[in-house]
């Protein structure tokens, strides 16, 4: 079984400034998904970015990016610009390709973005 | 914007009755999770379906099951509910097709059992 790591339960960042968020997951596949979600207080989970193990160009969707480091079975997420908005419980997933595709999940590192 | 529904979104009940969590998604997605979270921790698969009449275990043994009866409907049944059953139930879907194994979830159902 997959197992997904994030060694950061609570963070903290002012507004404006840049953090990151770190995941490391251990498995012996070489294709696979990593994703990055967000659950804010009382709110739903949203996707916040995917990486595809294959490529080895890191993923960014504004103003998140990650920084993936396939050899080291690294995953983190990089927030610039932190907004108030931001503030939410990051998980960490790792997917197989099949079967089922479920989502292995970290235990999450909650962010409070302070003004 | 969400397509997937849960409802109830909060319910508390007391031992020993029995408990139908819903879940309905309107993208046509063929396959769909259901997921337990407890305050604080990681996210635990408990059912999985690939399609209609398919239901699957997940890694977290539990006494609830599922069935999948129509594409949009995944409901989790508890027959007698315990408090050891209290958490927050996240019901999730994806579409095989695209390959983008990208899961959308619902708001939660957060189960009390007095």
């Known amino acids: 079984a997959q197992t997904v790591t994030q060694s950061q339960p609570e963070m903290s960042v002012q507004e404006a400034e840049t953090v990151t968020l770190s995941c490391t997951y251990d498995?012996?596949?070489?294709?696979?998904?990593l994703f990055w979600y967000k659950q804010p207080p009382s709110r739903q989970m949203i996707l916040v970015i995917r990486?595809?193990?294959?490529?080895?160009q890191n993923a960014t969707e504004n103003r998140f990016s990650v920084n993936f480091q396939k050899a080291a079975k690294s995953f983190s997420l990089k927030i610039s610009d932190s907004q108030l908005g931001d503030t939410a419980m990051y998980f960490c997933a790792f997917m197989k390709p099949t079967p089922g595709d479920a989502l292995n999940f970290g235990k999450g590192t909650s962010l409070l973005v302070t003004p | 914007e969400a397509d997937i529904y849960q409802t109830p979104r909060y319910l508390v009940i007391g031992t020993g009755k029995k408990i139908t969590l819903e879940c309905s998604q309107t993208?046509?997605?063929?396959?769909m999770y259901w997921y337990q979270q407890d305050p604080g921790m990681e996210l635990h698969l408990i059912h999985y379906s690939y399609g209609v009449n398919s239901t699957e275990k997940g890694d977290l043994s539990s006494e609830s099951t599922v069935s999948r009866i129509r594409t949009e409907h995944f409901p989790l049944t508890l027959e007698s509910a315990r408090p050891s059953h209290t958490s927050q139930y996240l019901c999730a879907s994806s579409e095989s097709r695209t390959g983008a194994n990208v899961l959308t979830f619902g708001a939660g159902s957060r189960l009390t059992v007095l």
């Open positions: 993208m046509g997605h063929d396959k």
């Open positions: 498995t012996s596949e070489n294709n696979y998904y």
């Open positions: 990486q595809e193990a294959y490529k080895q």
